[in-house]
Each structure stands twice: as structure tokens, then as C-alpha cells.
């Protein structure tokens, strides 16, 4: 059984850092895209960063460039989103999530979620 | 960045009914639209990709259809459980990914 598992939220106050973990098995960790999407309270989805299963290519929302790293650790079957210089447009839950991949080739969707972690911007 | 955008945004119905939601994206993307449903408190679930192309598992109620601009997902006989928000969401350039703002179906 495929299972997301995020940790690592929190509240933390403006301008500090957090990172996220998302812990992966069911699967074959390393043959899939992974991203991160969040959701703000009572607001719709945001897509945030990707990362290629060797991590060769990673791309971020606008919103979060410059300020978030997304890595990976294969080995440790591990999703991890550094966010630093928080702000409080930031607070959310915070979504790991598999890329879709079928007999074509793996896509820009999402075909697992985690159950989500919550980041509290606030002083 | 393709900007995305779902009608309408809410709505009442009851089970049994046959309900739509439209999908509209700014340019084309041919048929690379996902759809997913989210209840309170839960992560997205995916339904519908590549347009109409239901994920396993699904219920076959479920059905997406549309290409390049105009996109719709139908629920030919709303179930109680059928009772949360629907996103869609392109893949077909990127980045950015962009979702629509979703459509919350609630009871009547």
C-alpha cells in the first residue's frame, strides 16, 4: 500500500524556518517525481515545488523561489521542502505528493497524497 | 501561467441528481487536466486523468470529458458520499501547475 507520510509543521514566527519530511514506502521511491502542494485555511490548492526521481530538475512556484529548497533522499525514501524567511501568506497545510505514472511516462499529476502537515506563520 | 477557472464555485443538489463542472483553462493543453475530489479535512483524491480517463478504483459514475480550452466532470448519479469540493488541475506546461479555484457540491 502506498503511504505519504508528512511531518515537521508547526508554528513558527515570520521570518523563521521549517522543514517539512515526508516519508515514503509502498512503493519504489526512487522511480517517482514527487512535489509539494499546500492549501492556506478555507482556501483552494497551490502547487509549490517538484523534484525528478534523481532530483536532475526541480522547479517552485513563484511564490516560494528563492525562499524554499525541496530535496530528496532515496536512499532514506524521504521528501523533505526547506522553508526559510517564512511569511505569513505561508501558513497552510502542506500536501506530499506522487507524481502519475503510467506505461506512457510519468505526468504532472497526482496520484498519492500525504495527509497533510500544518504550518502556522504567526508571532 | 495557465490560469484555470471552475464553474460555479458552488452549488446545491441532491442524490440521485446528475450533476457538471466545467473546467475552462486560459490557453490550450490538450487533454493533460486532472480532476480531484477533497472532503473536509482530507487530502485530494485523483479521479479523472487525462481528461476522461478514470483512475482506478473510481466509480464509474464518475466521467471527465473535453480537450484544449473547455473541460467537464459529470457525476451521473450523485451519491451521499459524492458530497465534497472538486478541483482541476493542468499538467500540460509547467511550471507553474495551476489548479482551478474548485467547485463545492453540497447537499440540497
Known amino acids: 500500500e502506498v503511504q505519504l507520510v508528512e511531518s515537521g ?25 514527487m512535489n509539494w502542494v499546500r492549501q492556506a485555511p478555507g482556501k483552494g490548492l497551490e502547487w509549490v515545488s517538484y523534484i525528478s526521481s534523481s532530483s536532475s530538475t526541480i522547479y517552485y512556484a513563484d511564490s516560494v523561489k528563492g525562499r524554499f529548497t525541496i530535496s530528496r533522499d532515496n536512499a532514506k525514501n524521504s521528501l523533505y521542502l526547506q522553508m526559510n524567511s517564512l511569511r505569513a501568506e505561508d501558513t497552510a497545510v502542506y500536501y506530499c505528493a506522487r507524481a502519475y505514472c503510467s506505461s506512457t511516462g510519468c505526468y504532472g499529476a497526482f496520484d498519492y497524497w500525504g495527509q497533510g502537515t500544518l504550518v502556522t506563520v504567526s508571532s | 501561467a495557465i490560469r484555470m477557472t471552475q464553474s460555479p464555485s458552488s452549488f446545491s443538489a441532491s442524490t440521485g441528481d446528475r450533476v457538471t463542472i466545467t473546467c475552462r483553462a486560459s490557453q490550450g493543453i490538450s487533454s493533460y487536466l486532472a480532476w480531484y475530489q477533497q472532503k473536509p479535512g482530507k487530502a485530494p483524491k485523483l479521479l479523472i486523468y487525462a481528461a476522461s480517463t478514470l483512475q ?42 495551476t489548479f482551478g479555484g474548485g467547485t463545492k457540491v453540497e447537499i440540497k
Open chain 1, 9 to 33: 509543521g508547526g508554528l513558527v514566527q515570520p521570518g523563521g524556518s521549517l522543514r517539512l519530511s515526508c516519508a515514503a514506502s509502498g512503493f519504489t521511491f526512487s522511480s517517482y517525481s
Open chain 2, 56 to 97: 482506478s478504483g473510481v466509480p464509474s459514475r464518475f466521467s471527465g470529458s473535453g480537450s484544449g480550452t473547455d473541460f467537464t466532470l459529470t457525476i451521473s448519479c450523485l451519491q451521499s458520499e459524492d458530497f465534497a469540493t472538486y478541483y482541476c488541475q493542468q499538467f500540460y506546461s509547467y511550471p507553474p501547475l
